[in-house]
Every structure is written in C-alpha cells, then in structure tokens.
C-alpha cells in the first residue's frame, strides 16, 4: 500500500510544481515519446530477459503492491505450526509426522495455518529438511549447510527479478535522450515553419528527456528498491525455518527450536517469548 502511495506523491508533486511554475499538464503527454520510451524499454527488456526470470519479475511486482506477508501474524502462526510437529514428532516419534510432510497441502495439521501453507515455496523448504531429519544419516552441520545452500541458491534467482528493474531504470535516461533526439531531429524539417510549431517540436522533444528521468527515479528504481525488501523478508523467512529444523535435529526441545526460530526473526516483526509461549500453550495443553 505504501508503494502505491509513494507513487501517487511522485506523480503528484512533479505535476503540482509544473502547474505552479505555470505549465499546462497537457503538455507533457507527447505520445510520441511515450510509445518510443515505453516501446524501447519492454524492447530491452524482451530481449535481455529470459522467460522464467520474465514471469517471475511480473509476479514479484505484484507481491510488491501488496501488503507484505511476512509479519508478526505470519510468524507466530510459524511458530505454532512448527511447535506441533516438533512435538508430535518427540511424543509419538519422528514417524508421526512423516504423512503431514509429505503431503503438507492435505495435512489437518498444515490446514489450520492456511497463510503459513499459502508460502508454498518455503513449505517445500521445511519439509524437504525435515525429511532429512526423518532419515537420519545428515548430520545437523551438514544439513545447516544444505539449508544455506538452498536458501543462497533461491535469493540469487530472486535477486535477477530486482536486476530486470534496476537495469532498465539505469538505461531509461538514455532512452529518454533517444526520444528527444528524434524529437529534435523532427524539429529540424520544420525549421522553416512558424516560431509556434517550432517551439511545439521542441517541447515535445524535451519530454522525452523529462520522461526518461522521471520513469527511471521516479517509478522503476523505487520499484527495484521495494522488490529488494520483499526479497530480504522472504530470505529472512527461510533462515527462521531453517534455525527451527537445524536446532530440532540437534535434539533440542520444541519449545527451545522454536525460541532458535524466534531468534532468527527480524525485530520489527518478532514476537516476544511470552507471546510465542501464549500461542503454543494450547498446543501445550493438548
């Protein structure tokens, strides 16, 4: 929401200060320039993009515009979820929970946390690791370093999404001079004309500079920027599961996993020991 706020201020405050200068609005939409600036950057971007990093980016985008799933909602239903099995798994032994891992998306268990389910990704993670732990032969080191080694590979892949956005805000102030070099040279045929219309070319080519900037600092690098901070929580997610599974194959009690988990969150969205041991004491008690 406040991506969409930002933008709206951007929007605004580079139109308020033109009318206030004394400029008409109209005057900077230059079709022209906006299909030549637009058209060259989904261009570039077609041609240096392959397909999957090109989905990834569109779906990236949307997440960005959303409220962030990775809250202190998210975590304590985290918590929950990862106390219960942990238990389950040191009460009736790690065979307990061998079905609600396999199969997560039609575990009772996994149903009552359906936003922690929706992360299918980071679902995936968990219970990839954990049926490491069920076999036994990986020592806790070792899957530490399996788990780093999966979660680097997954934040190099999301880090090409924010390096789409970033490389064509970087290039859009050279498309931008592109545009207004066609427009000059537009203006150039009609050097005989009025003082009027030559005066209208050469607006209309200064736009194309006006535009390129402001798309490139104005929309596509602060997008780029948020993309990032979405990658950070979601990467910040996957070291808080994997501080549970590590500490958990080490033989440390559930409720000691998940404070490792705890632990791993980042401040603005932990929840303090007595709240994490409120939101497991029914599970206690059960």
């Known amino acids: 929401m406040l991506t969409i706020v930002g933008l709206v201020v951007v ?3 580079v139109l308020g200060g033109f009318m206030i200068a004394g400029g008409n609005p109209a005057a900077l939409l230059q079709i022209s320039e906006i299909v030549s600036i637009v058209g060259t950057s989904v261009g570039t971007i077609l041609a240096s993009t392959p397909a999957p990093v090109l989905k990834a980016t569109a779906a990236k985008l949307q997440s960005v515009i959303k409220p962030t799933p990775f809250n202190k909602k998210l975590y304590l239903d985290s918590l929950k979820l990862l106390y219960e099995l942990f238990q389950m798994a040191r009460k009736d032994g790690l065979v307990a929970i061998e079905g609600h891992i396999e199969k997560p998306k039609e575990s009772s268990l996994f149903k009552k946390y359906p936003a922690v389910l929706h992360e299918h990704h980071a679902m995936d993670f968990l219970c990839d690791s954990l049926r490491l732990v069920l076999v036994g032969s990986v020592p806790p080191h070792d899957l530490e370093g399996l788990m780093d080694s999966e979660i680097d590979t997954h934040h190099e892949a999301e880090a090409k999404t924010v390096g789409v956005l970033q490389k064509v805000g970087d290039a859009l102030p050279g498309i931008g001079i ?11 045929g009609a050097i005989a004309g009025p003082i009027e219309e030559i005066g209208h070319h ?49 033989g440390f009690s559930p409720i000691v996993a998940a404070e490792f988990a705890r632990r791993a969150i980042f401040s603005d969205d932990r929840p303090t020991f007595g709240e994490m041991e409120a939101a497991v004491k029914p599970q206690k008690a059960a």
């Not at 596509?220 to 501080?243: C, D, Q, W």
Request: without cysteine; proline residues 2%; hydrophobic residues 55%.
């Open 178 to 188: 592109v545009a207004a070099v066609a427009g000059i040279i537009v203006t150039m």
């Open 11 to 13: 929007i605004g405050s």
């Open 202 to 250: 050469v607006g209309a080519a200064l736009t194309g500079t006006f535009m390129g900037v402001l798309f490139a600092y104005g929309f596509i690098n602060p997008l780029a920027t948020s993309m990032e901070h979405v990658n950070s929580g979601e990467a910040r997610y996957y070291h808080f599961l994997k501080a549970a599974v590590v500490s958990f194959a080490k």
